[in-house]
């Protein structure tokens, strides 16, 4: 380990990820990106995320994203001789993430009850569609069920139109993102004293479904339900709380979206797009009244940036302390200036595609940030490394293993 891998956030802590396509994996990204040691644990025939999107002369690209910073080995943890090495490996882990059916890894004999035995310190995070317990425990569930499920596919899309779907991982990132964070209350829970008082040593599992997350930042719409029977319907662009909030078009055919989620910026968008008497319409002077004149208000502030250019309504707007931004496509967002001098995208060398560009580690950490040391290895790139470097088993004894399919 180099001096710059020991002073990330995470150097010393060992991942397992036994997950595929999306969100198990993503977790394992994120920690790795501060540093934590991710092991890759593939399927001989490889992870299903290798044959999912574009690839360039042969190679995923969704791959090198996704699995940047972890080691990969091939084992089929549904054999006997497979599932020896997978408890071995798990048996000196601190974070085991899996993203089996419920009961699937209970059925092959390395359950939670059979590996917290093994390894009492372990975290496992255990990402489901539905979660350990209830009656969809068993069915299979994606990201895009969760997004129709949670509420999400119903509030959005326009007024007259069907429940739109995300065209991305929606559900799998948000859910990736409270996995990662839960990881860190349980390993803080067992190692950090708290009060003069050690922590407890003790690991837990994770239950981690894809609906609930996606559910949870959907806002206060279940307390509105309980409370005023209120069922948020679709709007489009436009916000149920507050106008204007939308996305416009400018002179030359270009798109901004504009929010006005503080009152002040409000009276702001209203004086630039109306002058005075805009912004002092008795009418407009609350939330409740702005929603009731959507319509007049939008055709206003739309007209105003319709009769600009992008880079004039964006010079005016940040002239005036108003929120507005312009809609990128990637290519117009990888260009930008403030993108390129944040770093946001970052290029990262690679024996396949040469110098291949991503998107950077965020957040941004101001004395231990994290770091991408390298893309997506091709498969089994690590098998002797891990399964002989560091649980010592013979050249002859990974031959054995490859010619029965364990690796």
């Known amino acids: 380990m180099t001096e710059e891998d020991r002073n990330l956030p995470l150097a010393g802590l060992r991942v397992i990820d036994a997950s ?26 490889g992870d299903s995320l290798r044959k999912t999107g574009l690839k360039k002369d042969g190679v995923p690209l969704w791959w090198k994203v996704v699995s940047r910073n972890k080691r990969c080995i091939t084992l089929n943890i549904k054999q006997g001789r497979g599932q020896d090495l997978f408890k071995r490996l798990v048996a000196d882990a601190d974070v085991l993430i899996e993203n089996f059916r419920t009961g699937t890894l209970e059925k092959w004999g390395i359950g939670w009850d059979v590996l917290s035995a093994l390894n009492p310190r372990l975290v496992m995070v255990r990402v489901t569609g539905f979660g350990q317990t209830g ?10 069920l969760a997004e129709a499920m949670s509420g999400f596919a119903h509030i959005t899309g326009e007024p007259d139109g069907p429940p739109t779907l995300p065209p991305f991982g929606l559900a799998d990132g948000i859910a990736a993102n409270y996995g990662a964070f839960a990881t860190m209350f349980a390993l803080y829970e067992r190692d950090a004293p708290r009060n003069g008082v050690p922590g ?7 239950d981690l479904s894809l609906y609930e997350p996606l559910f949870s930042v959907l806002g206060a719409q279940p307390t509105m339900f309980d409370q005023l029977g209120v069922i948020q319907q679709r709007t489009g662009n436009r916000s149920v709380n507050n106008v204007p909030r939308n996305a416009y078009q400018t002179k030359e055919g270009r798109w901004v979206a504009l929010s006005t989620s503080a009152e002040s910026i409000v009276f702001r968008v209203l004086r630039l797009c109306g002058g005075e008497e805009a912004a002092n319409d008795p009418r407009w002077q609350t939330a409740e009244g702005r929603l009731a004149c959507a319509d007049e208000i939008d055709a206003l502030v739309g007209g105003w940036i319709a009769r600009h250019s992008l880079d004039e309504v964006l010079d005016a707007f940040e002239k005036a302390e108003a929120a507005i931004g312009p809609v990128y496509d990637v290519e117009q967002l990888m260009n930008d200036r403030h993108v390129r001098e944040r770093g946001s995208v970052t290029e990262v060398a690679d024996p396949d595609l040469g110098t291949v560009r991503m998107q950077s580690v965020f957040p941004l950490l101001s004395r231990t940030p994290g770091r991408i040391k390298h893309a997506g290895p091709r498969l089994g790139q690590h098998n002797e490394e891990i399964l002989c470097g560091e649980l010592g088993l013979s050249a002859e004894e990974l031959r054995s293993l490859k010619a029965e399919g364990v690796v």
């Not at 009656?135 to 895009?144: C, D, E, K, L, V």
């Open 200 to 206: 407890s040593g003790k690991g837990q599992y994770i």
């Open 135 to 144: 009656p969809y425990r068993h069915r299979a569930g994606f990201g895009t």
């Open 20 to 45: 595929s396509i999306f969100a198990g994996p993503l977790i394992a990204t994120l920690l790795g990106d501060f540093g934590a040691d991710v092991i890759k644990v593939e399927h001989p025939t």
